[in-house]
């Protein structure tokens, strides 16, 4: 019972109040309804007079947008003076287990590998993620058909599981040990019901999340990998690619996906280089000097961005790049659905043999 | 802490037109900087735009270095127009360069077209520093025309060296070519290297690499002998922007130059 905590509901933003001093606290709230969604919610930089939101399942926003922003800058070069980087100490509420558990292709892309990436890092190192079980999920949620759980088991510096009138408060790093050690004051010793209860609203949303999945047909997580490979050649990508009206957004909402790119300006007679999210679905992602373009057409980069999560990752990590938040779906405007790819890709190469 | 984006700086002491549409820049670094042949560097024209290139210069030479570059996109062009004495950035080197340890006492043969010539020279600069080491240096090269024969002068100099073996072609001959004529897998046959005991590096456009790849393969050379440069929009050089992936494989950090082996069950990696 070390790690648990009990923070009362009516002490909350009081706790935020006091954290807001020190931290930059960035938290869930409501986005206005939309008919057509259904609910959301998406982070905020809080104010003083904004209550504490418990996001039922995740925001619109992928995490990484806090640790390698949209735009930012990568360097400052040749320039008199000294380039500094102002970085503050930030809290994130509302990270899901989808979000935590997929920061772990971003660590491993700016955190490893042959030089570090110091800026990540930095941020990294800064942010204290306040993560949340799910107590519900969306429709295109898909997390358990990728073996992700609806809340963390590690990863988060803190996590919060409502229970009645408050939140069974787990400390899951030792950042977030000395966070509630700090603001002892806010919490109190977790008891035994409280624990269960957790224990027993986590079994629920399993079992209701599965029961969701049994009508997908998502074909098996361990199937992947095959999938994407041995259909390679399938037409598969150029039917999907029909609707593709190369947005980028799939990339850009993905919590997994990194790429960018590196931009030059000057300034003021500043030489600056900006480091920007880049997708591969852009018709100049691979574009060479002298016109070659290995990606020019678009079910190619289609297949591009499917090869890269689900065989480059499992070759290079051991886990495919996606843990079924579903925002590639819910994001694209020509409706393609990735559940849809796998079992077209599934169907196609049954039919085959 | 070191920022990876970060270029250190450099200047361009000289440049050298080597035929109309490429030009040799030889650079002095302001900071150490040492390379292995093979490995790539990130150019920088600040404010302006940041682009790949391989040393073209003999790698023992520590205080500058030479690229060489061909007019073919936008920072390419605008370091075309570059005056001497001009500041430049530099990032790098990158990924692994010749495994030069592994062609110790073998036949070494070298298949290149167009500009591929300019990380080649490099090659050749290491290789001939130790010619001792090596059975023989073949060189097959191929270009458009005469005129478009990188370090055309220099090329009967090496020619001269013991142990190496030249022999040019052209697509387009024009007066006074007395060498061959046709791509570059028309000089392919007839190699005078022991099949088993070689090691053989193309480097060129992507379409010379697939037609020279195949060529060698059919002439019964082992895959895993055969080192392919490869190139790609290579970005941060790190294997962090994404860029440059082909297969399981970036090609800035686990390459640029890999053997056929690695390569051959990955799709479409000519294009």
Sequence with gaps: MDNFYYLESARINELLTRLKKDYNVFSPGLKEPNFTKGTDYSYRNLSDNQQFVFNPYRVIEPLKSFLTPFMENAAAYFNPGKDTIDLGKTIVFGAKNCDITSLKIQDFVFMEGVEVDYSYRMKREDTLLVSGDCIDYKEVCFCLALDVLPYPTMGFDLNLSPVSDGYLVEAGSEKGKALIEKFREYFSEAKDTQVWARKTKREDIVNRLKR????????????????????YNLDTWKEFMLTCVECGGCNFICNTCHCFLLADTSDDNKNKRLKLWDSCQYANYSRAAGGANPLKARYQRLRFRFTKKFDFFMENLGMPACCGCGRCIEVCPGKIDLREVWKDLQNKLKAKQ | MKNIYRPFEATVEDIIVETPAIKTFVIRPKESFVFKTGQFIELTLPGMGEAPFTPSSDPGIKDRFEVTVMNAGRVTFLLHELPKKYSLGVRGPYGKGYPLESFTGK???????????????????????????????????????????????????????????????????????????????TILNDLPVDLKNSAVIVCGPPVMMKFA????????????????????????????????????FYICKDGPVFTYAELKDIYDIWD
Excluded at chain 2, 220 to 248: A, D, Q, T, V, W
């Design chain 2, 213 to 248: 790849t195949m060529k060698l393969l059919g002439l019964g050379f082992p895959p895993e002998n055969i080192y392919l440069s490869m190139e790609k929009n290579m970005s941060c050089g790190l294997g962090k922007c994404g860029h440059c992936r082909i297969g399981k």
């Design chain 1, 212 to 231: 969701h999945l049994l009508a997908q047909n998502i074909p098996p997580k361990e199937s992947l990998q095959r999938l994407v490979k041995d259909g």
């Design chain 2, 107 to 185: 036949d070494i043969l070298i298949v290149g077209g167009g500009v591929g010539l300019a990380p080649l020279r490099s090659l050749l600069f290491s290789l001939f520093s130790e010619i001792n080491k090596y059975n023989k240096v073949v060189l097959r090269y191929g270009a458009r025309s005469p005129d478009d024969i990188v370090y055309r002068s220099a090329i009967p100099e090496w020619s001269k060296i013991d142990k190496v073996d030249i022999v040019l072609t052209v697509d387009a001959p024009a007066p006074g070519w007395k060498g061959n004529v046709g791509v570059v897998t």
